[in-house]
Protein backbone atom coordinates (compact mmCIF):
# COMPACT_ATOMS: atom_id res chain seq x y z
CA UNK A 1 0.00 0.00 0.00
CA UNK A 2 2.94 2.46 0.81
CA UNK A 3 4.08 2.55 -2.63
CA UNK A 4 0.73 3.54 -4.45
CA UNK A 5 -0.61 7.25 -5.25
CA UNK A 6 -3.09 8.88 -2.85
CA UNK A 7 -5.35 8.02 -6.85
CA UNK A 8 -4.22 4.17 -5.78
CA UNK A 9 -4.65 3.68 -2.44
CA UNK A 10 -8.41 5.09 -2.84
CA UNK A 11 -8.92 2.53 -5.67
CA UNK A 12 -7.70 -0.35 -3.75
CA UNK A 13 -10.32 0.56 -0.67
CA UNK A 14 -12.83 0.90 -2.88
CA UNK A 15 -11.87 -2.64 -4.25
CA UNK A 16 -12.05 -3.91 -0.97
CA UNK A 17 -15.21 -3.21 -0.13
CA UNK A 18 -16.86 -3.66 -3.44
CA UNK A 19 -15.15 -7.38 -2.78
CA UNK A 20 -17.20 -7.53 0.35
CA UNK A 21 -20.27 -6.54 -1.06
CA UNK A 22 -20.11 -9.12 -3.79
CA UNK A 23 -19.48 -11.80 -1.18
CA UNK A 24 -22.25 -10.73 0.49
CA UNK A 25 -24.89 -10.60 -2.22
CA UNK A 26 -23.34 -14.40 -3.18
CA UNK A 27 -24.07 -15.68 0.24
CA UNK A 28 -27.27 -14.43 0.58
CA UNK A 29 -28.22 -15.90 -2.74
CA UNK A 30 -29.24 -12.27 -4.39
CA UNK A 31 -30.92 -12.12 -8.24
CA UNK A 32 -28.43 -13.12 -10.77
CA UNK A 33 -28.70 -9.12 -11.76
CA UNK A 34 -27.33 -7.49 -8.98
CA UNK A 35 -24.32 -10.21 -8.15
CA UNK A 36 -23.35 -9.62 -12.26
CA UNK A 37 -23.68 -5.48 -11.85
CA UNK A 38 -21.23 -5.31 -8.41
CA UNK A 39 -18.68 -7.94 -10.04
CA UNK A 40 -19.28 -5.41 -13.26
CA UNK A 41 -17.87 -2.20 -10.82
CA UNK A 42 -15.17 -4.69 -9.12
CA UNK A 43 -13.67 -5.44 -12.50
CA UNK A 44 -14.15 -1.66 -13.23
CA UNK A 45 -12.34 -0.50 -9.91
CA UNK A 46 -9.59 -2.83 -10.71
CA UNK A 47 -8.84 -2.13 -14.19
CA UNK A 48 -9.04 1.81 -13.32
CA UNK A 49 -6.20 0.72 -10.29
CA UNK A 50 -4.21 -0.81 -13.35
CA UNK A 51 -4.52 2.24 -15.25
CA UNK A 52 -3.02 4.50 -12.43
CA UNK A 53 -0.75 2.34 -11.03
CA UNK A 54 0.40 0.59 -14.03
CA UNK A 55 0.55 -3.01 -11.63
CA UNK A 56 -2.10 -5.59 -11.61
CA UNK A 57 -4.48 -4.99 -8.45
CA UNK A 58 -3.60 -6.75 -5.98
CA UNK A 59 -4.79 -10.42 -4.67
CA UNK A 60 -6.68 -10.80 -1.27
CA UNK A 61 -4.85 -12.34 1.20
CA UNK A 62 -6.51 -15.54 2.49
CA UNK A 63 -7.30 -15.51 6.28
CA UNK A 64 -5.67 -17.75 8.13
CA UNK A 65 -7.77 -17.87 11.25
CA UNK A 66 -9.97 -19.93 12.19
CA UNK A 67 -13.76 -20.20 12.58
CA UNK A 68 -14.53 -19.63 16.29
CA UNK A 69 -16.22 -22.16 17.48
CA UNK A 70 -20.21 -21.25 18.57
CA UNK A 71 -20.63 -20.34 22.47
CA UNK A 72 -22.42 -23.18 24.40
CA UNK A 73 -25.34 -22.33 25.88
CA UNK A 74 -24.64 -22.13 29.61
CA UNK A 75 -26.95 -24.05 31.99
CA UNK A 76 -29.02 -21.86 34.11
CA UNK A 77 -27.59 -22.62 37.97
CA UNK A 78 -30.66 -21.94 39.57
CA UNK A 79 -34.68 -22.21 38.58
CA UNK A 80 -35.72 -20.87 35.41
CA UNK A 81 -38.87 -18.47 35.39
CA UNK A 82 -40.75 -19.34 32.19
CA UNK A 83 -42.22 -16.00 31.64
CA UNK A 84 -39.38 -14.25 32.34
CA UNK A 85 -37.34 -16.31 29.85
CA UNK A 86 -40.27 -15.89 27.26
CA UNK A 87 -40.10 -12.08 27.76
CA UNK A 88 -36.14 -12.53 27.05
CA UNK A 89 -36.50 -14.69 24.13
CA UNK A 90 -39.38 -12.47 22.70
CA UNK A 91 -37.03 -9.03 22.95
CA UNK A 92 -33.84 -11.04 21.72
CA UNK A 93 -36.23 -12.38 18.21
CA UNK A 94 -37.47 -8.90 17.83
CA UNK A 95 -33.60 -7.38 17.88
CA UNK A 96 -32.52 -9.90 15.92
CA UNK A 97 -35.52 -9.41 13.62
CA UNK A 98 -34.25 -5.67 13.26
CA UNK A 99 -31.00 -6.67 12.61
CA UNK A 100 -32.45 -8.42 9.75
CA UNK A 101 -34.36 -6.18 8.43
CA UNK A 102 -31.69 -3.39 8.80
CA UNK A 103 -29.01 -5.71 6.86
CA UNK A 104 -31.90 -6.36 3.95
CA UNK A 105 -32.05 -2.52 3.54
CA UNK A 106 -28.16 -1.97 3.44
CA UNK A 107 -28.24 -4.75 0.47
CA UNK A 108 -30.62 -3.54 -1.50
CA UNK A 109 -29.27 -0.19 -1.11
CA UNK A 110 -25.72 -1.48 -2.03
CA UNK A 111 -27.01 -3.35 -4.87
CA UNK A 112 -28.60 -0.58 -6.10
CA UNK A 113 -25.67 1.79 -5.67
CA UNK A 114 -23.50 -1.20 -7.56
CA UNK A 115 -25.80 -1.33 -10.70
CA UNK A 116 -25.38 2.62 -10.87
CA UNK A 117 -22.06 2.19 -10.67
CA UNK A 118 -21.99 -0.87 -13.00
CA UNK A 119 -24.08 1.58 -15.55
CA UNK A 120 -21.79 4.61 -15.11
CA UNK A 121 -18.78 2.19 -15.37
CA UNK A 122 -19.41 0.77 -18.53
CA UNK A 123 -17.34 1.54 -21.95
CA UNK A 124 -18.98 4.86 -22.95
CA UNK A 125 -20.36 5.70 -25.79
CA UNK A 126 -18.06 8.03 -27.01
CA UNK A 127 -19.47 8.74 -30.47
CA UNK A 128 -17.37 8.96 -33.98
CA UNK A 129 -13.85 10.48 -33.39
CA UNK A 130 -14.09 13.24 -36.12
CA UNK A 131 -11.21 14.91 -34.17
CA UNK A 132 -8.52 12.42 -35.31
CA UNK A 133 -5.69 14.50 -36.35
CA UNK A 134 -5.99 17.20 -34.41
CA UNK A 135 -4.91 15.48 -30.89
CA UNK A 136 -2.48 12.93 -29.40
CA UNK A 137 1.25 12.34 -28.82
CA UNK A 138 3.95 13.48 -31.01
CA UNK A 139 6.68 11.18 -32.09
CA UNK A 140 9.76 11.75 -30.89
CA UNK A 141 11.63 15.20 -31.93
CA UNK A 142 14.56 14.19 -33.72
CA UNK A 143 15.53 17.15 -35.92
CA UNK A 144 14.04 15.69 -38.94
CA UNK A 145 11.93 18.38 -40.22
CA UNK A 146 11.47 22.13 -39.80
CA UNK A 147 8.18 23.46 -40.19
CA UNK A 148 8.83 27.27 -39.16
CA UNK A 149 5.74 27.16 -36.93
CA UNK A 150 5.53 30.43 -35.01
CA UNK A 151 5.53 30.09 -31.13
CA UNK A 152 3.58 32.24 -28.83
CA UNK A 153 4.78 33.33 -25.36
CA UNK A 154 2.35 33.28 -22.41
CA UNK A 155 3.18 36.93 -21.34
CA UNK A 156 2.77 38.50 -24.29
CA UNK A 157 -0.82 37.18 -24.30
CA UNK A 158 -2.99 40.43 -23.45
CA UNK A 159 -6.38 41.71 -24.61
CA UNK A 160 -4.65 43.63 -27.17
CA UNK A 161 -4.22 40.15 -28.48
CA UNK A 162 -8.10 39.12 -28.51
CA UNK A 163 -9.18 36.85 -31.68
CA UNK A 164 -5.77 36.29 -32.92
CA UNK A 165 -5.06 32.15 -33.18
CA UNK A 166 -1.80 31.02 -31.47
CA UNK A 167 0.34 28.18 -31.15
CA UNK A 168 1.56 27.39 -27.52
CA UNK A 169 4.26 24.94 -26.45
CA UNK A 170 3.82 24.62 -21.92
CA UNK A 171 3.74 22.33 -19.42
CA UNK A 172 0.64 21.23 -18.29
CA UNK A 173 0.16 22.87 -14.74
CA UNK A 174 -2.83 20.95 -14.11
CA UNK A 175 -6.17 20.07 -15.57
CA UNK A 176 -9.44 20.29 -14.87
CA UNK A 177 -12.39 17.88 -16.18
CA UNK A 178 -16.06 19.46 -16.04
CA UNK A 179 -18.96 17.30 -16.98
CA UNK A 180 -18.36 14.89 -20.50
CA UNK A 181 -17.69 18.25 -22.73
CA UNK A 182 -15.24 20.20 -21.10
CA UNK A 183 -11.92 20.58 -20.01
CA UNK A 184 -9.57 23.34 -18.63
CA UNK A 185 -5.76 22.91 -18.82
CA UNK A 186 -3.66 25.46 -17.17
CA UNK A 187 -0.49 26.03 -19.27
CA UNK A 188 2.66 27.48 -17.86
CA UNK A 189 5.75 28.93 -19.19
CA UNK A 190 8.21 29.74 -16.18
CA UNK A 191 6.20 32.10 -14.03
CA UNK A 192 3.58 32.83 -16.22
CA UNK A 193 0.02 30.68 -16.88
CA UNK A 194 -3.11 31.02 -19.45
CA UNK A 195 -6.02 28.48 -18.89
CA UNK A 196 -7.39 26.81 -21.94
CA UNK A 197 -10.89 25.25 -22.09
CA UNK A 198 -11.42 22.78 -24.98
CA UNK A 199 -15.16 22.45 -25.43
CA UNK A 200 -16.88 19.69 -27.39
CA UNK A 201 -18.88 20.98 -30.87
CA UNK A 202 -18.63 19.36 -34.49
CA UNK A 203 -14.89 20.20 -34.08
CA UNK A 204 -13.51 18.39 -30.76
CA UNK A 205 -14.90 14.70 -30.34
CA UNK A 206 -15.45 13.51 -27.38
CA UNK A 207 -13.06 11.24 -27.60
CA UNK A 208 -10.27 14.63 -27.94
CA UNK A 209 -11.91 15.63 -24.28
CA UNK A 210 -11.46 12.17 -22.64
CA UNK A 211 -7.85 12.35 -24.05
CA UNK A 212 -7.12 15.68 -23.09
CA UNK A 213 -8.20 15.06 -19.31
CA UNK A 214 -6.06 12.24 -19.27
CA UNK A 215 -2.75 14.02 -19.95
CA UNK A 216 -0.65 13.95 -16.46
CA UNK A 217 0.44 16.98 -15.12
CA UNK A 218 4.17 18.59 -16.02
CA UNK A 219 3.55 16.97 -19.38
CA UNK A 220 5.32 18.74 -22.06
CA UNK A 221 2.46 20.20 -24.81
CA UNK A 222 1.01 22.28 -27.63
CA UNK A 223 -1.53 23.62 -27.80
CA UNK A 224 -3.12 25.82 -30.75
CA UNK A 225 -6.27 28.14 -29.92
CA UNK A 226 -7.88 31.32 -30.51
CA UNK A 227 -7.42 34.02 -27.65
CA UNK A 228 -10.89 35.43 -25.79
CA UNK A 229 -12.02 37.36 -23.65
CA UNK A 230 -13.35 35.51 -20.52
CA UNK A 231 -17.03 36.64 -19.08
CA UNK A 232 -14.38 37.12 -15.30
CA UNK A 233 -10.69 37.44 -14.95
CA UNK A 234 -9.47 34.14 -14.81
CA UNK A 235 -7.59 34.97 -11.14
CA UNK A 236 -5.76 31.71 -10.86
CA UNK A 237 -3.48 32.63 -13.61
CA UNK A 238 -1.29 35.50 -14.62
CA UNK A 239 -2.53 36.51 -18.02
CA UNK A 240 -5.74 36.32 -16.11
CA UNK A 241 -7.82 39.33 -18.66
CA UNK A 242 -7.10 36.60 -21.08
CA UNK A 243 -7.97 32.69 -21.97
CA UNK A 244 -7.58 30.32 -24.88
CA UNK A 245 -10.11 27.98 -27.04
CA UNK A 246 -8.36 25.41 -27.20
CA UNK A 247 -8.13 23.75 -31.40
CA UNK A 248 -5.82 21.17 -31.32
CA UNK A 249 -3.51 19.39 -28.20
CA UNK A 250 -0.28 16.97 -29.08
CA UNK A 251 2.16 15.39 -25.79
CA UNK A 252 5.72 16.56 -27.16
CA UNK A 253 6.52 14.91 -23.52
CA UNK A 254 4.99 12.49 -21.30
CA UNK A 255 5.51 13.34 -17.58
CA UNK A 256 5.08 10.21 -15.18
CA UNK A 257 1.68 10.13 -13.48
CA UNK A 258 3.28 10.54 -9.77
CA UNK A 259 5.65 13.23 -8.66
CA UNK A 260 7.70 13.05 -5.82
CA UNK A 261 6.44 16.74 -4.69
CA UNK A 262 3.26 18.37 -5.98
CA UNK A 263 4.24 22.09 -7.56
CA UNK A 264 1.76 24.17 -6.16
CA UNK A 265 2.77 22.62 -2.50
CA UNK A 266 6.19 24.05 -3.63
CA UNK A 267 4.90 27.43 -4.59
CA UNK A 268 2.87 27.48 -1.09
CA UNK A 269 3.59 30.10 1.66
CA UNK A 270 6.44 29.38 3.92
CA UNK A 271 4.41 28.90 6.83
CA UNK A 272 1.40 26.77 5.09
CA UNK A 273 0.61 23.25 6.51
CA UNK A 274 1.55 22.01 3.14
CA UNK A 275 4.64 23.32 2.29
CA UNK A 276 7.71 21.28 1.10
CA UNK A 277 10.38 21.02 3.32
CA UNK A 278 13.94 22.23 1.93
CA UNK A 279 15.47 18.23 2.23
CA UNK A 280 12.75 17.13 -0.13
CA UNK A 281 13.27 20.43 -2.44
CA UNK A 282 16.99 19.42 -2.90
CA UNK A 283 16.55 15.46 -3.36
CA UNK A 284 14.08 16.60 -5.98
CA UNK A 285 15.58 19.30 -7.28
CA UNK A 286 14.45 19.11 -10.97
CA UNK A 287 10.98 19.60 -9.88
CA UNK A 288 11.47 22.31 -7.25
CA UNK A 289 13.09 24.60 -9.65
CA UNK A 290 9.90 24.49 -11.61
CA UNK A 291 7.68 26.45 -9.08
CA UNK A 292 7.49 29.78 -9.96
CA UNK A 293 8.73 31.17 -6.55
CA UNK A 294 11.97 29.30 -8.00
CA UNK A 295 11.85 30.55 -11.49
CA UNK A 296 11.46 33.63 -10.04
CA UNK A 297 14.30 33.82 -7.82
CA UNK A 298 16.83 32.84 -10.94
CA UNK A 299 15.43 35.44 -13.17
CA UNK A 300 16.39 37.48 -10.57
CA UNK A 301 20.06 36.35 -10.15
CA UNK A 302 20.50 36.31 -13.67
CA UNK A 303 19.72 40.23 -13.68
CA UNK A 304 21.88 40.45 -10.54
CA UNK A 305 24.89 39.39 -12.46
CA UNK A 306 23.71 41.18 -15.97
CA UNK A 307 23.56 44.27 -14.00
CA UNK A 308 26.69 44.08 -12.36
CA UNK A 309 27.99 43.55 -15.42
CA UNK A 310 26.16 46.44 -17.28
CA UNK A 311 27.52 49.15 -14.78
CA UNK A 312 30.85 48.19 -14.79
CA UNK A 313 31.26 47.89 -18.57
CA UNK A 314 30.09 51.34 -19.01
CA UNK A 315 32.37 52.64 -15.96
CA UNK A 316 35.23 51.85 -18.16
CA UNK A 317 36.05 48.44 -16.39
CA UNK A 318 37.88 44.96 -18.23
CA UNK A 319 36.10 41.77 -17.70
CA UNK A 320 38.90 38.87 -16.44
CA UNK A 321 38.90 35.33 -16.38
CA UNK A 322 41.23 34.58 -13.33
CA UNK A 323 42.38 31.07 -12.86
CA UNK A 324 40.30 28.44 -10.24
CA UNK A 325 43.43 26.15 -9.50
CA UNK A 326 45.94 27.69 -7.55
CA UNK A 327 49.74 26.32 -6.29
CA UNK A 328 49.19 28.05 -3.14
CA UNK A 329 46.06 29.07 -1.37
CA UNK A 330 44.44 32.38 -1.80
CA UNK A 331 43.94 33.25 2.10
CA UNK A 332 43.73 31.13 4.82
CA UNK A 333 44.66 27.57 4.09
CA UNK A 334 42.33 26.28 6.68
CA UNK A 335 39.66 26.65 4.46
CA UNK A 336 41.33 25.43 1.19
CA UNK A 337 40.79 22.56 -1.52
CA UNK A 338 43.50 20.62 -1.95
CA UNK A 339 43.62 18.68 -5.08
CA UNK A 340 46.20 16.88 -6.99
CA UNK A 341 47.75 18.93 -10.00
CA UNK A 342 50.07 16.10 -11.81
CA UNK A 343 51.98 14.93 -8.82
CA UNK A 344 51.91 18.22 -7.33
CA UNK A 345 49.80 20.20 -4.60
CA UNK A 346 47.29 22.66 -6.04
CA UNK A 347 44.23 24.33 -4.10
CA UNK A 348 40.57 25.50 -5.59
CA UNK A 349 41.02 29.44 -5.60
CA UNK A 350 39.36 30.85 -2.62
CA UNK A 351 39.33 34.05 -4.22
CA UNK A 352 40.38 36.19 -7.39
CA UNK A 353 42.18 38.83 -5.70
CA UNK A 354 45.44 37.85 -6.10
CA UNK A 355 44.74 37.51 -9.86
CA UNK A 356 42.67 41.30 -9.72
CA UNK A 357 45.80 43.17 -8.22
CA UNK A 358 48.33 41.62 -10.66
CA UNK A 359 46.04 42.63 -13.56
CA UNK A 360 46.07 46.44 -11.58
CA UNK A 361 49.46 46.12 -11.61
CA UNK A 362 49.82 45.19 -15.47
CA UNK A 363 48.24 48.40 -16.09
CA UNK A 364 44.31 47.45 -16.50
CA UNK A 365 43.19 50.24 -14.47
CA UNK A 366 39.50 48.74 -13.62
CA UNK A 367 39.09 44.84 -13.66
CA UNK A 368 35.56 42.94 -12.46
CA UNK A 369 35.29 39.22 -12.71
CA UNK A 370 32.19 36.69 -12.26
CA UNK A 371 33.07 33.61 -11.54
CA UNK A 372 33.11 30.01 -8.71
CA UNK A 373 34.86 30.78 -5.55
CA UNK A 374 35.24 27.81 -3.46
CA UNK A 375 35.71 27.72 0.50
CA UNK A 376 36.42 24.56 2.42
CA UNK A 377 33.99 25.96 5.55
CA UNK A 378 32.65 23.31 7.40
CA UNK A 379 29.89 25.96 8.26
CA UNK A 380 26.12 24.58 8.08
CA UNK A 381 24.82 27.76 8.46
CA UNK A 382 21.79 29.78 6.38
CA UNK A 383 24.71 31.78 4.31
CA UNK A 384 27.40 29.79 3.83
CA UNK A 385 28.07 27.60 1.04
CA UNK A 386 31.32 25.57 0.05
CA UNK A 387 31.56 27.06 -3.57
CA UNK A 388 29.61 30.13 -4.69
CA UNK A 389 29.64 32.61 -7.45
CA UNK A 390 31.59 35.66 -6.80
CA UNK A 391 31.55 39.04 -8.39
CA UNK A 392 35.07 41.10 -7.86
CA UNK A 393 36.14 44.32 -8.82
CA UNK A 394 39.44 45.91 -8.38
CA UNK A 395 40.56 49.42 -9.75
CA UNK A 396 43.49 51.89 -9.59
CA UNK A 397 42.79 55.38 -7.47
CA UNK A 398 44.38 58.46 -7.67
CA UNK A 399 44.07 60.17 -4.32
CA UNK A 400 41.72 58.52 -1.99
CA UNK A 401 40.20 54.79 -1.46
CA UNK A 402 36.89 56.42 -1.05
CA UNK A 403 36.82 56.54 -4.82
CA UNK A 404 36.49 53.42 -4.70
CA UNK A 405 33.81 52.91 -2.27
CA UNK A 406 31.49 55.46 -4.02
CA UNK A 407 32.09 53.31 -7.45
CA UNK A 408 30.50 50.16 -5.20
CA UNK A 409 27.90 52.25 -3.76
CA UNK A 410 26.46 53.40 -7.58
CA UNK A 411 26.91 50.23 -8.56
CA UNK A 412 24.71 48.79 -6.14
CA UNK A 413 22.34 51.30 -6.00
CA UNK A 414 22.27 50.51 -10.14
CA UNK A 415 21.37 46.60 -9.16
CA UNK A 416 18.65 47.51 -6.71
CA UNK A 417 16.89 50.32 -9.27
CA UNK A 418 17.13 47.88 -11.71
CA UNK A 419 15.92 44.45 -9.52
CA UNK A 420 13.26 46.76 -8.73
CA UNK A 421 11.99 47.67 -12.33
CA UNK A 422 12.74 44.98 -14.24
CA UNK A 423 11.71 42.22 -12.45
CA UNK A 424 9.05 43.76 -10.39
CA UNK A 425 6.93 40.64 -11.32
CA UNK A 426 9.40 37.90 -10.27
CA UNK A 427 9.54 40.40 -7.12
CA UNK A 428 6.25 39.87 -6.29
CA UNK A 429 5.65 36.04 -7.32
CA UNK A 430 8.64 35.70 -4.20
CA UNK A 431 6.49 37.53 -1.82
CA UNK A 432 3.78 35.39 -2.79
CA UNK A 433 5.57 32.91 -0.67
CA UNK A 434 7.93 34.57 1.36
CA UNK A 435 5.73 37.39 2.91
CA UNK A 436 8.56 39.92 3.50
CA UNK A 437 9.08 43.58 3.50
CA UNK A 438 10.44 45.62 -0.16
CA UNK A 439 14.41 46.29 0.28
CA UNK A 440 14.91 49.80 0.57
CA UNK A 441 18.07 51.58 0.39
CA UNK A 442 19.05 55.60 0.35
CA UNK A 443 21.25 57.67 -2.47
CA UNK A 444 23.65 57.80 -2.02
CA UNK A 445 24.08 54.80 0.45
CA UNK A 446 24.38 55.70 4.57
CA UNK A 447 28.10 55.40 5.90
CA UNK A 448 28.78 54.52 8.77
CA UNK A 449 32.08 54.71 10.38
CA UNK A 450 33.37 51.88 12.76
CA UNK A 451 33.32 54.11 16.18
CA UNK A 452 29.61 55.40 15.53
CA UNK A 453 28.71 51.44 15.25
CA UNK A 454 30.36 50.54 18.32
CA UNK A 455 28.63 53.73 20.10
CA UNK A 456 24.95 52.41 18.48
CA UNK A 457 25.68 48.71 19.95
CA UNK A 458 26.52 50.22 23.08
CA UNK A 459 23.49 52.19 23.23
CA UNK A 460 21.58 49.22 22.63
CA UNK A 461 22.93 47.22 25.55
CA UNK A 462 26.12 45.36 23.97
CA UNK A 463 29.00 45.52 25.81
CA UNK A 464 32.60 45.15 23.46
CA UNK A 465 35.46 47.29 22.95
CA UNK A 466 36.62 50.09 20.70
CA UNK A 467 38.61 46.97 18.30
CA UNK A 468 36.43 44.48 19.26
CA UNK A 469 35.14 42.39 16.32
CA UNK A 470 31.41 42.71 15.86
CA UNK A 471 29.75 38.82 16.17
CA UNK A 472 26.91 37.73 13.38
CA UNK A 473 24.09 38.43 16.46
CA UNK A 474 25.29 42.22 16.79
CA UNK A 475 25.92 42.68 12.86
CA UNK A 476 21.85 42.04 12.86
CA UNK A 477 21.32 43.83 15.92
CA UNK A 478 22.90 46.78 14.16
CA UNK A 479 21.14 46.31 11.06
CA UNK A 480 17.80 46.75 12.89
CA UNK A 481 19.03 49.83 14.54
CA UNK A 482 20.02 51.31 11.23
CA UNK A 483 16.89 50.23 9.66
CA UNK A 484 14.99 52.26 12.39
CA UNK A 485 16.96 55.24 12.51
CA UNK A 486 17.51 55.49 8.66
CA UNK A 487 15.48 53.84 7.15
CA UNK A 488 17.82 51.99 4.91
CA UNK A 489 18.53 47.92 4.44
CA UNK A 490 21.50 48.58 2.65
CA UNK A 491 24.88 50.72 4.40
CA UNK A 492 28.45 50.76 3.86
CA UNK A 493 30.28 49.94 7.52
CA UNK A 494 34.20 52.12 6.97
CA UNK A 495 37.24 52.25 9.17
CA UNK A 496 37.64 48.98 10.66
CA UNK A 497 40.26 48.33 13.17
CA UNK A 498 43.38 46.96 11.77
CA UNK A 499 44.09 43.92 14.19
CA UNK A 500 40.88 42.21 12.59
CA UNK A 501 41.32 42.59 8.93
CA UNK A 502 44.19 40.59 6.71
CA UNK A 503 48.03 41.49 7.03
CA UNK A 504 47.67 43.23 3.20
CA UNK A 505 45.36 45.65 4.68
CA UNK A 506 46.06 49.57 4.03
CA UNK A 507 46.28 51.35 7.28
CA UNK A 508 44.64 54.17 8.39
CA UNK A 509 47.26 57.24 8.12
CA UNK A 510 45.25 58.85 11.02
CA UNK A 511 44.99 56.37 13.19
CA UNK A 512 46.57 53.20 12.55
CA UNK A 513 44.75 51.38 14.67
CA UNK A 514 42.10 51.42 12.00
CA UNK A 515 42.48 50.79 8.46
CA UNK A 516 41.02 51.84 4.78
CA UNK A 517 39.14 48.82 4.48
CA UNK A 518 35.15 49.02 4.74
CA UNK A 519 31.70 46.46 4.62
CA UNK A 520 28.93 46.19 2.55
CA UNK A 521 25.78 45.49 4.42
CA UNK A 522 22.09 44.10 3.25
CA UNK A 523 19.51 43.40 6.03
CA UNK A 524 21.87 43.50 9.00
CA UNK A 525 24.38 40.51 7.49
CA UNK A 526 27.51 41.78 5.97
CA UNK A 527 27.89 40.73 1.87
CA UNK A 528 30.89 42.55 0.93
CA UNK A 529 34.71 43.10 2.73
CA UNK A 530 36.55 44.86 0.92
CA UNK A 531 40.12 47.64 1.32
CA UNK A 532 42.65 49.76 -0.21
CA UNK A 533 44.93 47.23 -0.77
CA UNK A 534 49.12 47.51 0.64
CA UNK A 535 50.87 48.33 -2.89
CA UNK A 536 54.17 48.89 -1.67
CA UNK A 537 56.43 45.74 -1.27
CA UNK A 538 58.67 46.88 1.71
CA UNK A 539 54.96 47.97 3.59
CA UNK A 540 53.79 44.28 2.67
CA UNK A 541 56.72 42.68 3.84
CA UNK A 542 56.58 44.50 7.39
CA UNK A 543 52.75 43.81 7.35
CA UNK A 544 53.62 40.88 6.73
CA UNK A 545 56.07 39.40 9.24
CA UNK A 546 53.86 41.55 12.29
CA UNK A 547 51.19 38.98 11.42
CA UNK A 548 53.65 36.23 11.94
CA UNK A 549 53.87 35.07 8.06
CA UNK A 550 56.92 33.49 6.18
CA UNK A 551 57.96 35.51 3.70
CA UNK A 552 58.68 32.62 1.38
CA UNK A 553 55.42 31.73 1.14
CA UNK A 554 54.06 34.98 0.06
CA UNK A 555 57.29 35.77 -2.32
CA UNK A 556 54.93 35.11 -5.36
CA UNK A 557 52.17 37.66 -4.36
CA UNK A 558 54.83 40.31 -2.78
CA UNK A 559 56.68 40.36 -6.07
CA UNK A 560 54.00 41.44 -8.23
CA UNK A 561 54.64 44.43 -6.63
CA UNK A 562 57.67 44.96 -7.20
CA UNK A 563 57.44 46.37 -10.69
CA UNK A 564 55.51 49.48 -9.50
CA UNK A 565 51.62 49.67 -8.60
CA UNK A 566 49.23 52.11 -8.21
CA UNK A 567 46.96 52.75 -5.26
CA UNK A 568 44.26 50.56 -5.77
CA UNK A 569 41.46 48.87 -3.72
CA UNK A 570 38.23 46.50 -4.15
CA UNK A 571 35.80 43.49 -2.97
CA UNK A 572 33.86 40.75 -3.60
CA UNK A 573 30.39 39.97 -3.16
CA UNK A 574 28.73 36.39 -3.68
CA UNK A 575 25.94 36.29 -5.89
CA UNK A 576 23.49 34.09 -4.14
CA UNK A 577 23.87 36.04 -0.89
CA UNK A 578 22.83 39.63 -2.57
CA UNK A 579 19.66 38.00 -4.03
CA UNK A 580 19.04 35.88 -0.90
CA UNK A 581 19.04 39.07 1.24
CA UNK A 582 17.84 41.45 -1.19
CA UNK A 583 14.25 39.26 -1.50
CA UNK A 584 14.59 37.91 2.54
CA UNK A 585 14.82 34.87 1.56
CA UNK A 586 15.59 32.70 5.21
CA UNK A 587 18.26 30.24 3.20
CA UNK A 588 20.95 30.92 0.97
CA UNK A 589 20.34 27.53 -0.68
CA UNK A 590 17.42 28.50 -2.43
CA UNK A 591 19.33 31.27 -4.59
CA UNK A 592 21.96 28.42 -5.39
CA UNK A 593 20.79 26.02 -8.60
CA UNK A 594 22.32 23.06 -7.00
CA UNK A 595 23.53 23.81 -3.46
CA UNK A 596 27.51 22.68 -2.85
CA UNK A 597 27.71 23.07 1.23
CA UNK A 598 29.55 20.40 3.46
CA UNK A 599 25.92 17.91 3.56
CA UNK A 600 25.75 17.93 -0.04
CA UNK A 601 27.69 17.45 -3.06
CA UNK A 602 27.56 14.41 -5.62
CA UNK A 603 23.87 13.52 -7.20
CA UNK A 604 25.01 10.63 -8.68
CA UNK A 605 22.64 7.78 -7.47
CA UNK A 606 23.29 3.94 -7.40
CA UNK A 607 21.15 4.38 -11.43
CA UNK A 608 23.11 7.03 -12.93
CA UNK A 609 26.19 4.80 -12.23
CA UNK A 610 24.89 1.99 -13.47
CA UNK A 611 24.49 3.68 -16.53
CA UNK A 612 27.66 5.31 -16.35
CA UNK A 613 29.34 1.33 -16.34
CA UNK A 614 27.07 0.06 -18.76
CA UNK A 615 28.26 2.95 -21.38
CA UNK A 616 31.95 2.15 -20.21
CA UNK A 617 31.27 -2.04 -20.89
CA UNK A 618 29.53 -0.98 -23.95
CA UNK A 619 32.93 1.35 -25.45
CA UNK A 620 35.35 -1.59 -24.39
CA UNK A 621 33.26 -3.85 -26.22
CA UNK A 622 33.44 -1.47 -29.47
CA UNK A 623 37.22 -1.15 -28.72
CA UNK A 624 37.98 -4.57 -28.18
CA UNK A 625 36.05 -5.69 -31.55
CA UNK A 626 37.93 -3.02 -33.52
CA UNK A 627 41.39 -4.07 -31.88
CA UNK A 628 40.89 -8.01 -32.49
CA UNK A 629 39.56 -7.52 -35.66
CA UNK A 630 42.84 -8.98 -38.08
CA UNK A 631 42.36 -5.97 -40.72
CA UNK A 632 43.22 -3.42 -37.69
CA UNK A 633 46.10 -5.15 -36.06
CA UNK A 634 48.70 -2.48 -35.86
CA UNK A 635 46.13 -0.96 -33.54
CA UNK A 636 47.62 -2.94 -30.66
CA UNK A 637 50.27 -1.25 -30.65
CA UNK A 638 48.58 1.27 -28.38
CA UNK A 639 47.08 -1.85 -26.07
CA UNK A 640 49.62 -4.27 -25.28
CA UNK A 641 53.38 -2.20 -25.04
CA UNK A 642 54.31 -5.84 -25.80
CA UNK A 643 53.24 -6.12 -29.81
CA UNK A 644 56.32 -6.63 -31.80
CA UNK A 645 54.84 -4.45 -34.57
CA UNK A 646 56.43 -0.73 -34.42
CA UNK A 647 54.08 0.82 -36.77
CA UNK A 648 53.34 4.01 -35.32
CA UNK A 649 49.22 4.86 -36.56
CA UNK A 650 46.42 2.24 -37.35
CA UNK A 651 44.42 2.31 -40.69
CA UNK A 652 42.60 5.34 -40.00
CA UNK A 653 45.78 7.26 -39.17
CA UNK A 654 45.24 7.70 -35.61
Keep these: MDNFSEKGKQLFEQGTAQGEVVRKLKAEKAPEADIKAAVAQLIAIKNEFKQVEGVDYPKPQSSSSKKKKAAQPTAPSGPVDPEKEAKKAAKKAEKEKKAAEKAARKAQREAAEARKAAVKN ?12 LYGANTVIRSETRPGETYTRIETLTPDTVGQTVLIRGRVHNVRVTGRNMVFVTLRQRTHTVQTVFFADETISMHMIKYIGKINPESIVNIQGRIVAPNKPVTGCTQSEVELVGQTCFVVAAALPRLPLQLDDAALPEDHERSVGQEVRLDNRILDLRAEPNQAIFKIQSGVGALFREFLLGQGFTEIHSP ?42 KVFEIGPVFRAEDSNTHRHLCEFTGMDFEMAFNEHYHEVMEVFDRLFIHIFKGLSTKFAHEIDVVHQQFDRQPFKWLEP ?45 FYILDKFPLCIRPFYTMPDPANPAYSNSYDLMMRGEEIMSGAQRIHDPAMLEERALSHGLNLDEIKAYIDAFRYGCPPHAGGGVGMERVVMLFLGLPNIRKTSLFPRDPGSCFIIDSTSLGALVSLALHALSKLLDHCLDPRNIHSLCYINPKCPTSCKTNQHGT
Aim: net charge negative.
Design 122 to 133: QPEDLGDDFSAG
Design 324 to 365: KILGAASESGASVFKLEYFGNPAFLAQSPQLYKQMAIAADFE
Design 445 to 489: SLVLQWPEAIAMLREAGEELGDFDDISTPQEKLLGRLVKEKYDTD
